[in-house]
């Protein structure tokens, strides 16, 4: 089992930037891939940035190439999503998650955390 805790979020002006911190627990986590993916009411969750521990290798979405980054602390088995130049339509509830395997669709995953709200608004 696997136990993933997001943290950051919060309101930001259009231009601004946010980082959420996503710390993942329980079973070794050294071949894990773990992910972020936004949602909005009504909508699929759209995959935004990914890493394989195992490849080293980080993926993101056409929507935020250019603008938002992952990175990882090792040893602290963490992630975190550097998000600049934000925009209204970054607008989300963003969720971190993890899996044995890397994937950019959601039911590739298997352990999510809570989810953290990012608004973008003036």
């Known amino acids: 089992q696997v136990h993933v805790v997001e943290s950051g979020g919060g309101l930001v002006q259009p231009g601004g930037s946010l980082r959420l911190s996503c710390a993942a627990s329980?079973?070794?986590?050294?071949?894990?891939?773990m992910a972020w993916f936004r949602q909005n009411p009504g909508k699929e969750r759209e995959f935004v940035a990914g890493?394989?521990?195992?490849?080293?290798?980080?993926y993101y979405g056409e929507s935020v190439k250019g603008r938002f980054t992952i990175s990882r602390d090792d040893a602290l088995k963490t992630v975190h999503l550097q998000m600049n130049s934000l925009k209204p339509e970054d607008t989300a509830v963003y969720y971190c998650?993890?899996?044995?395997?890397?994937?950019?669709?959601?039911?590739?995953?298997?352990?999510w955390g809570q989810g953290t709200q990012v608004t973008v608004s003036s």
């Open positions: 998650t993890a899996a044995d395997n890397f994937g950019t669709t959601a039911p590739e995953y298997d352990y």
């Open positions: 329980g079973r070794t986590v050294s071949s894990f891939a």
């Open positions: 890493f394989s521990w195992a490849t080293g290798n980080r």
